[in-house]
């Protein structure tokens, strides 16, 4: 008799290699827009005081923090940022061709800012006069950091790097938030176009013990894999990895690896697909003798409280947002629970 152990162990596989699913939509998506490095350059565009809070109409204001939170942000409006992305400290750290660099070391980041405020001609003086008119958003972030520094540029670079440390924390935290938003978006998507129902799939393994059997013994595979797993399974870590057309290939290729070793479980998801009767369109059709089949959808069998279905729709997107470190990590502890990797006799 198969043990409470072992359903969880195969609904937190199901949860496991869904979760790998989504995440490589996820990251091909973000790979596909350039979102690190779009984030990373609103980022610095705050900073330097050049994107202030949208303003207006509800639903426009809405649009526009929406496309700036997608990384889609007005370069006309960010002079600077864009002038300092030019610069070839910064210009060089990303291939010829691709995105813009998903991390800007922040040596490098305050050595290209004091050249660009200066034009080039980084010297005490220069410095000083370009910070002179403290009405500007800019020179009120950097003049106290300069009159602190004493007249010592070396110091005043290491205030610069110390605050875009500081706002880099902020930014990764927005990318994190706006990440894990997507992989719920892309997670309940799937779940409902392929109706992958957990509450459904519960139901169905148990009068499937077999089926059970079968994703235990996958699981067990799985079970040594987790730390192998854990770096950029859901899509939020490797925040330099720069967007290059062999990337989004990478991703391509193991997207289809994730795909098939989801469907290679052989779970009840899907729609019940079938043909009914021959539909007579219109008169004319009629007379030309012209039929057509159409395909329709409909629920699988059993599947008959739609309250269940959606809770079931959403139990899977929310499973998916834990990530698949979560749980092949928790498949491992479940079979250290259990006492071994294969179901005892």
Request: hydrophobic residues 45%.
């Amino acid at each position: 008799m198969l043990g409470v152990l072992d359903i969880i162990i195969a609904v937190f596989l199901i949860y496991a290699l869904f979760s790998s699913l989504v995440s490589g939509i996820n990251e091909l998506i973000v790979q596909m827009l350039a979102m690190r490095g779009r984030v990373l350059f609103e980022g610095i565009a705050i900073m330097l005081g050049e994107l202030p809070k949208e303003t207006g109409l509800t639903v426009k204001r809405w649009y526009k923090n929406s496309a700036r939170k997608l990384g889609f942000v007005d370069k006309q409006k960010a002079h600077l940022t864009s002038k300092l992305y030019q610069h070839p400290l910064i210009d060089t750290l990303s291939p010829p061709g691709s995105a813009k660099p998903s991390y800007i070391p922040p040596a490098i980041f305050s050595t290209a800012l004091v050249q660009v405020l200066t034009n080039d001609n980084a010297s005490l003086d220069t410095v000083r006069q370009s910070l002179a008119d403290r009405s500007k958003p800019l020179n009120r972030l950097l003049g106290p950091m300069f009159d602190e520094a004493s007249g010592d540029l070396e110091k005043f670079k290491v205030k610069i790097e110390n605050h875009y440390n500081a706002v880099m924390d902020r930014v990764g935290g927005w990318y994190k938030r706006r990440s894990q938003f997507m992989i719920f978006v892309i997670a309940f998507v799937l779940a409902l176009g392929f109706n992958v129902d957990s509450v459904y799939i519960v139901q169905q393994m148990q009068k499937n013990p077999e089926q059970i059997e079968k994703l235990v013994e996958i699981a067990a595979t799985y079970s040594d894999q987790s730390n192998e797993n854990s770096e950029n399974s859901n899509g939020t870590n490797d925040a330099q990895k720069t967007s290059t057309p062999e990337s989004i290939l990478a991703e391509i290729r193991k997207l289809k690896v994730e795909a098939n070793d989801f469907r290679n479980l052989g779970l009840p998801v899907g729609w019940y697909i079938f043909q009914p009767a021959t539909v007579e369109q219109t008169v004319a059709e009629q007379q030309t003798e012209k039929q057509t089949r159409i395909l329709e959808f409909s629920l699988l069998p059993g599947q008959d409280n739609k309250l269940l279905i959606m809770i079931g729709w959403l139990i899977t997107a929310l499973a998916a947002t834990l990530g698949a470190p979560f749980w092949f990590d928790a498949i491992s502890k479940l079979f250290t629970v259990r006492g071994t990797g294969k179901k005892p006799e």
